[in-house]
């Protein structure tokens, strides 16, 4: 029967497993992203620091 085997295709296809490599590309990014930006916030501070205190 042809609905048979369009079932096991399906069934096949969502048994496989998938790696989401684009949702852990993405969390390197943020991750990166929020470290590159607290450091950033913490020179100019230390930059604004020195700067006040002459």
């Known amino acids: 029967m042809k609905h048979d085997r369009i079932f096991d295709d399906i069934s096949k296809i969502i048994a ?3 790696s989401d490599w684009r949702r852990q590309a993405h969390a390197v990014a943020l991750d990166l992203g929020g470290k590159l930006a607290a450091g950033l916030v913490i020179g100019i501070g230390i930059a604004v620091g020195m700067a006040l205190a002459g």
């Open 16 to 18: 496989q497993p998938r």
